[in-house]
């Protein structure tokens, strides 16, 4: 690989594995011939972040206004400071100025709101965009060079944060030769799922917001105010949006799901406390009753289980892996489950079978 840094030094750098996390525009994407596979929605929007005075909402909570020409929304950014984003139909993408801003929340708005003091004016179009394969090789893609969308919902940022985390733990088991490489097949599966569902309800909400037509409009505010009065919604959604609900449950590295276990099911979060150490190595963790066969269990994989072994909620036998979520499930003494779960995941010792 050759390599051309800033200022013009050069250097020719050799590595095993490539990831290309260069955004939505992604050159390694482009270089692999992968198809950014969707669509770029016709209304372009602006944005401001900009001091706001008169906006009678919680210093700590998000706004959006209504109109029949669209929504004018408010995210908080700082104290006095937020994130003004309007739609703009079909108007040409441009660079508002802080003129153009005010009026548009001046007829959008409920009125006596003031904005000063911009600190970012811009624009941006929506595009809903992904690769179907993650994986090419041994390159692989994360974060916008895979999949872009609406920023509805706010989920971009820990979209790319949450691939970047899937990918490290696995490659950093196959790279030390502690998991076979099929482990990071998984990786692509597991995360375009989850990409194409955030697509899909970032693009719903956002066409929700564009609504034209003033039947679709008085519906869609009568159901807003009505259905997010109720607190089960509201954390539902909050839920959702966090994505403390994203699970794998089509996920090959799934396994041994015991029917009648109470807790969470082979690619669900363990629980939302569970966390690995800082610096830890990746490794995945048993729960269970402290017994011979536990222990017996960590002594046979030590390349996999971590040296400790915490104690189940209830009765069962729970294998995490490193991100906190369920690799595998079993009820109480059935360990041939989880050792066959671990087998499958494990490197294959042969010295003929090192090189992939």
């Given at each position: 690989?050759?390599?051309?840094?800033?200022g013009g030094r050069s250097e020719t750098?050799?590595?095993?594995?490539?990831?290309?996390?260069?955004?939505?525009?992604?050159?390694?994407?482009?270089?692999?011939?992968?198809?950014?596979?969707?669509?770029?929605?016709?209304?372009?929007?602006?944005?401001?972040?900009?001091?706001?005075?008169?906006?009678?909402?919680?210093?700590?909570?998000?706004?959006?206004?209504?109109?029949?020409?669209?929504?004018?929304?408010?995210?908080?950014?700082?104290?006095?400071?937020?994130?003004?984003?309007?739609?703009?139909?079909?108007?040409?993408?441009?660079?508002?100025?802080?003129?153009?801003?005010?009026?548009?929340?001046?007829?959008?708005?409920?009125?006596?709101?003031?904005?000063?003091?911009?600190?970012?004016?811009?624009?941006?179009?929506?595009?809903?965009?992904?690769?179907?394969?993650?994986?090419?090789?041994?390159?692989?893609?994360?974060?916008?060079?895979?999949?872009?969308?609406?920023?509805?919902?706010?989920?971009?940022?820990?979209?790319?944060?949450?691939?970047?985390?899937?990918?490290?733990?696995?490659?950093?088991?196959?790279?030390?030769?502690?998991?076979?490489?099929?482990?990071?097949?998984?990786?692509?599966?597991?995360?375009?799922?989850?990409?194409?569902?955030?697509?899909?309800?970032?693009?719903?909400?956002?066409?929700?917001?564009?609504?034209?037509?003033h039947l679709a409009q008085w519906l869609?505010?009568?159901?807003?105010?009505?259905?997010?009065?109720?607190?089960?919604?509201?954390?539902?959604?909050?839920?959702?949006?966090?994505?403390?609900?994203?699970?794998?449950?089509?996920?090959?590295?799934?396994?041994?799901?015991?029917?009648?276990?109470?807790?969470?099911?082979?690619?669900?979060?363990?629980?939302?406390?569970?966390?690995?150490?800082?610096?830890?190595?990746?490794?995945?963790?048993?729960?269970?009753?402290?017994?011979?066969?536990?222990?017996?269990?960590?002594?046979?994989?030590?390349?996999?289980?971590?040296?400790?072994?915490?104690?189940?909620?209830?009765?069962?036998?729970?294998?995490?892996?490193?991100?906190?979520?369920?690799?595998?499930?079993?009820?109480?003494?059935?360990?041939?489950?989880?050792?066959?779960?671990?087998?499958?995941?494990?490197?294959?010792?042969?010295?003929?079978?090192?090189r992939f």
């Amino acid at each position: 690989m050759h390599l051309v840094h800033d200022g013009g030094r050069s250097e020719t750098m050799e590595a095993a594995w490539l990831i290309g996390c260069d955004g939505a525009h992604s050159f390694v994407r482009r270089r692999l011939g992968l198809a950014f596979e969707g669509d770029t929605l016709p209304t372009g929007f602006i944005i401001a972040d900009a001091h706001v005075a008169g906006l009678a909402i919680a210093p700590d909570e998000p706004a959006i206004f209504w109109h029949s020409d669209g929504a004018v929304m408010f995210f908080p950014m700082a104290p006095g400071r937020y994130r003004i984003i309007a739609d703009i139909g079909s108007t040409p993408l441009h660079a508002p100025d802080l003129k153009e801003v005010q009026a548009i929340v001046d007829q959008r708005g409920p009125g006596g709101i003031t904005l000063s003091d911009p600190v970012w004016l811009s624009d941006f179009g929506v595009n809903e965009r992904t690769v179907r394969n993650y994986r090419a090789g041994r390159v692989f893609l994360a974060g916008d060079a895979a999949h872009v969308h609406s920023p509805a919902g706010g989920q971009g940022m820990n979209m790319g944060m949450q691939d970047a985390f899937n990918l490290a733990w696995k490659l950093a088991l196959v790279e030390r030769r502690e998991a076979g490489p099929a482990l990071l097949d998984s990786y692509s599966i597991e995360r375009s799922a989850v990409a194409r569902q955030v697509l899909s309800d970032s693009g719903r909400m956002t066409r929700i917001v564009l609504l034209r037509s003033h039947l679709a409009q008085w519906l869609r505010g009568f159901a807003v105010q009505g259905i997010f009065k109720i607190p089960l919604v509201r954390r539902t959604v909050a839920n959702r949006l966090s994505g403390v609900m994203i699970a794998y449950p089509d996920s090959p590295l799934n396994a041994g799901f015991a029917r009648g276990l109470r807790g969470a099911r082979p690619g669900q979060r363990f629980a939302a406390d569970y966390a690995p150490g800082a610096g830890d190595l990746p490794r995945f963790t048993l729960v269970a009753t402290d017994d011979a066969q536990a222990r017996a269990m960590m002594a046979r994989h030590t390349a996999l289980l971590k040296p400790e072994l915490r104690q189940p909620p209830r009765k069962g036998i729970w294998l995490v892996r490193p991100d906190g979520y369920v690799a595998a499930t079993a009820r109480s003494g059935n360990w041939p489950v989880i050792e066959a779960a671990l087998a499958g995941m494990a490197a294959d010792p042969s010295p003929l079978n090192r090189r992939f």
